[in-house]
């Protein structure tokens, strides 16, 4: 947005290499993304809408209490953080609010329902891009349009991971690179009404179910 004023400035408790991973990462599959930044005390949620229906989210510390809600590009969002070595960041231009409509997860109210390892995690990711391709290749390169492999997608995005666990959060959870490489690693999955979420090391991924009866009468 050229000549539009600068952001609100924030000051973190360290660098703002954690955030500018994100960004660059999110910006990198999608150079139009837009990050949702929530400022709550001294927690900074950053949170980006992923294709998997899923929103991926990553906290900062704050080196001192903040109340801030805006919407950014993750372009420019990457190059400031990068800059911010003392902690001081200069958040982009805000973009109108309109420009992001999803909801976004509670911040309390969780309960584990399970840990998985990451060998398991990795397992499922691998069957499903194996499943992916050979469905594709089954298909022909003359019917294997955009809009039918969006629908081979996303059926195996909705197929649980593990009991009723939305395979999406792992899918989400991959993209942004939020699995790490240890494999003795686990990953904690969490529930909090209708949403899930998915904890990692290296950030976290959070759907909400949609309920079929309210599908059936909305």
């Keep these: 947005m ?5 952001g609100p400035r924030l000051t973190l408790a360290g660098t703002g290499r954690d955030l500018a991973v994100l960004a660059e990462r999110a910006a990198r599959h999608d150079a139009t993304t837009q990050i949702r930044l929530v400022a709550s005390g001294r927690a900074l949620a950053a949170f ?3 294709p998997f229906d899923a929103l991926a989210v990553r ?3 704050l080196a001192d209490p903040g ?6 590009e993750a372009v420019g969002l990457a190059a400031r953080a990068r800059s911010a070595r003392d902690g001081t960041l200069v958040l982009p231009p805000r973009l109108p609010d309109m420009l992001w409509t999803t909801p976004l997860p509670p911040r309390s109210g969780w309960t584990q329902v399970t840990r998985l390892s990451l060998p398991e995690v990795r397992a499922r990711l691998g069957a499903d891009t194996d499943e992916f391709r050979a ?9 294997a349009s955009s809009i039918a492999l969006a629908q081979i997608a996303a ?3 909705a197929r649980p991971l593990t009991g009723d666990v939305p395979a999406r959060l792992a899918h989400a959870a991959d993209y942004l690179g939020f699995l790490p490489d240890d494999e003795s690693d686990e990953v904690a999955v969490r529930r909090a009404g209708p949403w899930w979420r998915l904890d990692a090391r290296h ?13 059936l009468v909305g």
Excluded: H, N
């Design 59 to 61: 906290v900062s510390r």
């Design 2 to 6: 050229p000549g539009a004023p600068d």
């Design 67 to 72: 109340d801030l809600d805006v919407v950014v």
């Design 135 to 143: 469905r594709a290749a089954s298909m022909g390169a003359g019917r």
């Design 155 to 157: 059926d195996l995005w």
């Design 203 to 215: 950030g976290t991924t959070a759907v909400r179910s949609l309920d079929p009866l309210r599908l």
């Design 48 to 50: 980006v809408a992923t």
